[in-house]
């Protein structure tokens, strides 16, 4: 017997917020390992969003997250929500910051990054944005901050110092001064990352 035929309706994605302006899509593939990560950067007359999803095999086990993050106006961050599971293991994450840069964890406080500016979610390389959007920094500027870092390999919110300096329109050097990490990161004009030397390029 034939098969009836399908009829698909595609509705547009209705926006979270009102006044939607600046937007911007990545695809990332990882260097180091197999996995991808996609990413949109979005505008709206309260701040700005990343929201995303990245599978990836690490360390033999498989994974699949999908994550959003909120900022003011100003890149600050506000909260972050990561859902997903690598291996046998379930995880549900939600963080927020408040005014005074005290952090919550799934409702409870994290006093190791009181005072932390930033989030930065170990596992896709969204967040950096949020730290180069932020800083605004011009050519041959530097500067130091410390970032809430959620370690993928425990699932715990960290300090992370670490110190961005623009040596030109789109190229940065990064560095994590506790892990004795440095890279120079390539992005884009929207502040997105298109090559991470050696763990993420854009695909």
């Known amino acids: 017997m034939p098969l009836a035929p399908i009829c698909v309706s595609i509705q547009p994605?209705?926006?979270?917020?009102?006044?939607?302006?600046?937007?911007?899509?990545?695809?990332?593939?990882?260097?180091?390992t197999q996995g991808h990560d996609a990413c949109r950067l979005r505008q709206f007359e309260?701040?700005?969003?990343?929201?995303?999803?990245?599978?990836?095999?690490?360390?033999?086990?498989?994974?699949?997250?999908?994550?959003?993050?909120?900022?003011?106006?100003?890149?600050?961050?506000?909260?972050?929500?990561?859902?997903?599971?690598?291996?046998s293991?379930?995880?549900?994450?939600?963080?927020?910051?408040?005014?005074?840069?005290?952090?919550?964890?799934?409702d409870s406080?994290?006093?190791?990054?009181?005072?932390?500016?930033?989030?930065?979610?170990g596992l896709t390389p969204a967040t950096n944005t949020t730290a180069i959007r932020r800083l605004r920094l011009g050519e041959g500027e530097r500067a130091a901050s410390t970032a809430a870092w959620l370690d993928p390999t425990d699932w715990r919110l960290k300090p992370l110092e670490q110190t961005y300096f623009r040596r030109s329109g789109t190229v940065y050097e990064y560095a994590s001064p506790t892990h004795g990490f440095s890279a120079v990161l390539t992005v884009?004009?929207?502040?997105?990352?298109?090559?991470?030397?050696?763990?993420?390029?854009?695909?």
Not at 59 to 80: I, K, L, N, P
Not at 188 to 195: P, S
């Open 13 to 32: 994605i209705q926006n979270a917020g009102v006044g939607q302006m600046e937007q911007a899509n990545i695809l990332w593939r990882r260097v180091d």
């Open 46 to 87: 309260t701040g700005w969003s990343l929201n995303g999803a990245t599978a990836f095999v690490e360390d033999g086990e498989t994974g699949a997250f999908q994550y959003e993050v909120q900022h003011d106006a100003d890149w600050q961050t506000r909260s972050a929500t990561i859902a997903g599971w690598v291996g």
């Open 89 to 106: 293991q379930e995880v549900h994450i939600q963080i927020a910051c408040r005014p005074d840069d005290s952090w919550l964890m799934n």
């Open 109 to 121: 406080p994290v006093g190791d990054v009181a005072g932390a500016t930033d989030i930065d979610l």
């Open 188 to 203: 884009d004009d929207f502040g997105l990352v298109t090559d991470y030397p050696g763990i993420w390029l854009k695909a």
